[in-house]
């Protein structure tokens, strides 16, 4: 069983100190003297997973201790930022005629920016809320049981809120990015704004919303936010008994895009710990220009340009690459001056600039990867940083795989003006839909057919990481914050119409007693099997992997599986 919380009464992930930092550690053994040692603080998520809040100038001597198998620094990841039911063959599995299947006794999680919870679709008929549970990470206020920040609202105290003719200040939570409003929307709004007209996937769901980041900063949330987030609902669906799917509507491009950072093998992990589903969208790379692949060999010097657009104060560079590969890296700036070239035995080097730093960072294997990263930081001192054409210049040594992919940062943090010169739409997929027992949701045009440009796309190579499904993503109608209806965009707005469908899935399966076990990696597995595919594309590809949503088509083969396994157990 996994350690209690502290209860220490303080919230450092809202107000930490100049030198303060929080880690992602996976360890073995007691590591209590280890923290107090250093004056560090932990919050023990999952097993043998924690959170420390340390001063980053004791990371050293934390890595240092035997106990700990490995440290990951905090990320930041961005919002990815429906007659759509029918063409995702979900109307008829809701009809009474049909499968009569809303969501009843299944939770919904929404992990994203928020919720207007004074929107009447995520109100019950006699006007009380359909959401157990707000936990508002951005606020300072009562915590949940077991956590040292933001602020928990109940059912009571919401329908309280609702009732007051000033309800923000009895809970004052509010979605102003309007994300999570449209993405709950989706999943499991149940229309009474527009009598009935906008229904999402699962109007009866129970509805639990985790508004991520911290104080400040609303537009996105560190990886250790949405890793308490995940905890924390999971935790909840097991108090209640029941079934939850959950939706993270989240993406970042620093990482390997393997699958192998703490952060998704918690990610992993944490999955299987309860009657659970998780749907991730694959993000909005697929046309954004910032993945380039290449291949390099012995004693070539290769080089590699990209935009940097204007306005920007920060940015990264991720290159991974084989260990066994030996490469020096120079950047030529946007002025044709030089960095020097950084080669290994730096590990570590500061290069200073007129109105910026960069840092480069020689990484090495971990105890889940072979790969080496080479990250890159550029982070501006007075104005913006310069404006202009970049080149990364590789100078290789001795070569022995020499395949290698950088990634810039998201769309979502970059915007559009920054992007590779020869960039690759492959292999765009963000973190963490990388992770394992995840249902990864790619994007599409439902009213043409066509894979969203945007849309996150897979690798091409074979047995690789590929979206699992394809829905719609183009001109969504959800409910917006502030009341009505707005039209949305993006692959985060195609992953709450799979998370809508996995809880009426479980509804059948679980609450209805017909697949007790229809949870997890069955969920998707059934995902995949039902989808529709179009006879002139090869299946599964990096665009649509297994193809369109369609849960009419899903929900029968649930059915022939039934029928087939209640024949075979009835002839033993």
């Known amino acids: 069983m996994p350690k209690k919380y502290k209860s220490t009464p303080r919230s450092r992930m809202f107000k930490p100190s100049v030198n303060e930092i929080e880690v992602i550690a996976k360890f073995n053994g007691n590591i209590e003297g280890i923290l107090k040692e ?9 097993e043998n997973y924690v959170i420390i809040t340390i001063d980053k100038r004791k ?27 029918r063409n995702s063959c979900i109307t008829y599995v809701q009809r009474s005629n049909g499968f009569d299947l809303r969501g009843k006794d299944v939770i ?8 207007d919870y004074m929107h009447p679709d995520f109100q019950n008929s006699d006007g009380t809320s359909r959401i157990l549970f707000i936990w508002d990470q951005t606020q300072m206020g009562s915590p949940p049981i077991g956590f040292t920040g933001g602020a928990e609202y109940n059912n009571q105290q919401i329908n309280n809120a609702m009732q007051s003719p000033n309800p923000y200040q009895v809970v004052p939570s509010v979605d102003t990015n309007g994300h999570g409003t449209g993405v709950a929307g989706i999943a499991a709004g149940n229309g009474r704004a527009s009598a009935g007209v906008n229904l999402g996937v699962a109007p009866e769901a129970d509805i639990i919303v985790v508004k991520v980041g911290y104080k400040g900063y609303e537009s996105f949330a560190r990886s250790t936010e949405l890793m308490r987030a995940l905890k924390y609902v999971i935790d909840k669906a097991k108090r209640f008994y029941k079934p939850i799917s959950i939706n993270m509507s989240f993406g970042m491009n620093e990482g390997s ?26 993000g909005n790379e697929g046309a954004a220009g910032h993945h380039y692949s290449g291949k390099i060999e012995t004693n070539q010097v290769k080089e590699i340009e990209f935009f940097n657009g204007g306005g920007l104060d920060s ?30 035995e730096n590990q570590t080097k500061t290069v200073r600039r007129p109105n910026a730093v960069i840092n480069f960072f020689y990484g090495q294997p971990t105890h889940y990867s072979q790969a080496q990263e080479i990250y890159i930081v550029a982070n501006s001192t007075t104005a913006p940083l310069s404006e202009g054409i970049t080149k990364i210049r590789l100078i290789a040594h001795t070569i022995v ?25 492959y292999n765009t997929l963000t973190i963490p839909s990388t ?62 119409f799979v998370t ?26 059934f995902l995949r099997k039902g989808a529709t595919r179009r006879k002139d594309i090869v299946y599964p590809n990096a665009s649509f992997g297994y193809g369109t949503l369609c849960l009419e088509n899903t929900m029968n083969y649930l059915v022939e599986y039934r029928l087939g396994a209640d024949y075979f157990w009835l002839q033993i």
């Not at 699958?259 to 991730?280: N, V």
């Not at 290698?404 to 020869?422: M, N, S």
């Open 59 to 85: 990371l050293g001597r934390l890595n240092s201790y035997p106990e700990i198998v490995h440290l990951e620094l905090q990320k930041n990841l961005y919002l990815n930022g429906p007659n759509n039911l």
């Open 315 to 344: 940015i990264y560079l991720s290159l991974w690459k084989n260990f066994a590969d030996s490469f020096d890296i120079e950047l030529i700036f946007t002025d044709g001056s030089s960095s020097g070239v950084i080669s290994i």
């Open 401 to 425: 795989d020499g395949n290698f992919d950088i990634w810039l940062p998201t769309i979502e943090e970059v915007g559009e003006d920054t992007f590779f010169a020869e960039p690759s739409i």
């Open 108 to 115: 919904i999680a929404i992990i994203d920016s928020g919720i």
């Open 257 to 282: 895009h393997k699958g192998d950072s703490l952060f998704e093998t918690f990610i992993a992990e944490i999955s299987t710990e309860w009657k659970t589903s998780i749907s991730i969208p694959t």
């Open 435 to 496: 992770a394992a027992n995840v249902t990864r949701v790619a994007g599409y045009n439902d009213r043409v057919g066509n894979i969203a440009i945007f849309s996150g796309r897979g690798d091409i190579i074979p047995n690789s990481i590929i979206p699992d499904i394809a829905a719609p993503a183009v001109g969504i109608i959800s409910t917006k914050s502030g009341g009505g209806y707005d039209s949305f965009t993006g692959t985060s707005f195609a992953a709450p």
């Open 38 to 46: 250093l004056g560090a603080e932990a919050e023990y998520i999952y």
């Open 500 to 525: 809508g469908s996995a809880a009426l899935m479980m509804e059948w399966g679980i609450i209805n007693d017909n697949d007790p076990f229809l949870y997890g990696e069955r969920v998707t597995a």
